[in-house]
């Protein structure tokens, strides 16, 4: 059963360049359900990068890098609380 999926004119047009190159590089004939299909079994194979793709341009530290930055932190000795904080901040 198939399902229809929306999409914006320059993504079909692309869609469309994509199949042709497919034709004209392979003598391949494919529709673009197969690109589709293909294009969805190549982004769930490599999911966490492919959802990576999707975060702003900020990125999330890894393990390594989390455990870095904490290793870099003293204790001075000193408790401070939010008001010390706000204190030394704001006068």
Request: charge should be negative; aromatic fraction near 6%.
């Amino acid at each position: 059963m198939a399902t229809a999926v929306k999409m914006d004119e320059e993504t079909k047009s692309r869609l469309e360049e994509l199949q042709a190159a497919i034709k004209l590089k392979t003598g391949t004939k494919v529709t673009q359900q197969e690109i589709l299909a293909r294009l969805v079994d190549t982004a769930f194979e490599s999911r966490s990068e492919f959802i990576d793709s999707f975060r702003d341009a900020k990125t999330a530290l890894d393990d390594d890098e989390i455990e870095r930055f904490n290793a870099g932190m003293i204790a001075s000795g000193i408790e401070t609380d939010e008001a010390d904080i706000d204190e030394i901040l704001y006068g």
